[in-house]
């Protein structure tokens, strides 16, 4: 049975996820911490440069020593299994697929507001808390759980949120939503905590040193299947050694020459062809996205115009969404947008509520 005054605590060592469990404290919740354990120990050591930014060894000790600190419960979960199955082979086979996968925007999903949330309720918890800045507010009229944006606009994390459900959102609790970072690091210093200063986390977690390319071939025992590389009236430049090499939008490593500068402007599985042109040619003005989540509405049934956000720092751009058989919608953009990306998400605003979100597809050519 859930206990509304229990709140589990997913802490990663940071500063935001330790600041959240001391608010939660503060509002008088019974606070347990809980750390994924993703990896193998052997996995998680070796020279500090080579160390990830976030989950390692490092990080569950210093979420341990913040729990203790705090005065908090503290678990280790191993979900070693469920990261591999759930998160990696989805971001090795995107790349695969000559797609750009958001392995954070799963991870999210599946195991922090998943697998985690099981360990809570084993726990008799009635709220998992994180560390994010985004809001989650009901709406009497809708009678919906809505996604809002941070009110820190450099820090809103609201993009890699949007596919929760609304029983995920109605158990969800994100104390920093409305404050500011800096509003955080005051907090954690005046409340003695040793991580006040501790850096955020910006790569992906389980890919050292952002080198996702040499991550691919250990994990594949090889290098990718060779093909060409064509300017878009089809010439062969060159050869690539892999498709998940490369990426909408991307300018350096293409190895090939012209004399101007080339620009990813589409890669296909099927061809094992990667096309390069023109800064111009990496413009689109309209994407379909698939597997939609809604959290303000029940369904799309007409067109909306709404901010469109491609990327997780993308300002977001102004669009109209048009529903679309399958759980689909085609999204027109007002203005052309560049590097328009399969495999990324696009998250759909009406000010600061999320309407939705789903993961781009490619571009028929």
Known sequence: MEDQNRAVVAMSGGVDSTVAAYLMLRQGYEVIGLTM????????????QDRPRCCGLRDVEDARRAAQ??????????????????????????????????????????????????KA???????????????????????????KKGVDPKKDQ????????????????????????????????????????????????????????NFLQRRLGRSGESGSIVDTEGRVLGTHNGIYGFTIGQRRGLGV????????????????????????????????????????LESLTRSETVEARIRY????????????????????????????TPGQAVVFYQGDVVLGGGWIEGEER
């Open 257 to 296: 020459s012209t004399g101007r500068p080339l620009y990813v402007v589409h890669i296909d599985k099927t061809s094992n062809t990667v096309t390069v042109g023109g800064e111009t040619e990496t413009f689109q003005d309209r994407c379909v996205a698939s597997r939609v989540n809604w959290i303000a």
């Open 69 to 118: 600190s705090l005065g908090i419960p503290f678990y280790v979960v191993n979900l070693k299994k469920e990261f591999n199955d759930l998160v990696v082979e989805y971001f090795c086979k995107e790349y695969l697929d000559g797609k750009t996968p958001n392995p954070c925007i799963v991870c999210n999903e599946k195991l922090k507001f998943g697998r985690l949330w099981e």
């Open 37 to 48: 354990c993703i990896r193998d120990m052997d996995d998680l050591e070796g020279h500090e």
């Open 121 to 147: 309720r084993a726990l008799e918890a009635g709220a998992i808390v994180t560390g994010h800045y985004a809001r989650v507010d009901y709406d009497e009229e809708r009678g919906r759980y809505l996604l």
């Open 158 to 213: 609201s993009y890699v949120l949007f596919s929760l459900s609304q029983y995920q959102l109605s158990r969800v609790r994100l104390p920093l939503g409305r404050h500011h970072k800096d509003w955080v690091r005051q907090t954690a210093r005046e409340a003695g905590m040793r991580i006040s200063e501790k850096a955020d986390s910006q790569e992906i977690c389980f890919v050292r040193r952002g080198d996702y390319r």
């Open 313 to 340: 720092n993308h300002p977001g751009a102004e669009a109209t969404i048009e529903p679309l058989e399958d759980d689909r919608v085609l999204v027109r953009f007002r203005r052309p947008q560049k590097a328009v």
